[in-house]
């Protein structure tokens, strides 16, 4: 059993940088990937970004290359995703998920996780 809890949320402005925490717990915690998701209302959850177990390998949708960033610190069981330039259109709740996708084409799948975070609520203003 894994358990999740994200934090770092809240409003702020186009352009601006935020960065989300997920705390991560379990006794074997350390050999899942993770991912970050998120949902905009009205929206399916779509993949943002996801790191393998050992944080060698990482995976972003198209639409965040270059302006997010996933990490991962085994030692204090955290994983992070650093947000910079937002826009209006990455409002959404924020979703941290835990799970063991076999090739680097699956982390996008929600399928391929088990273990799913409440959520953190992210707003970008105009």
């Known amino acids: 059993q894994v358990q999740l809890v994200e934090s770092g949320g809240g409003l702020v402005q186009a352009g601006d940088s935020l960065r989300l925490s997920c705390a991560v717990s379990?006794?074997?915690?350390?050999?899942?990937?993770l991912g970050w998701f998120r949902q905009a209302p009205g929206k399916e959850r779509e993949f943002v970004a996801g790191?393998?177990?050992?944080?060698?390998?990482?995976y972003y949708a198209d639409s965040v290359k270059g302006r997010l960033t996933i990490s991962r610190d085994n030692a204090k069981n955290t994983v992070t995703l650093q947000m910079n330039s937002l826009k209006p259109g990455d409002t959404a709740v924020y979703y941290c998920?835990?799970?063991?996708?076999?090739?680097?084409?699956?982390?996008?799948?929600?399928?391929?996780?088990?273990?799913w975070g409440q959520g953190t609520q992210v707003t970008v203003s105009s």
């Open positions: 998920a835990a799970g063991r996708p076999r090739f680097s084409g699956s982390y996008s799948y929600t399928v391929n996780y088990d273990y």
């Open positions: 379990g006794r074997t915690w350390f050999i899942y990937s």
């Open positions: 790191i393998s177990g050992s944080g060698g390998s990482t």
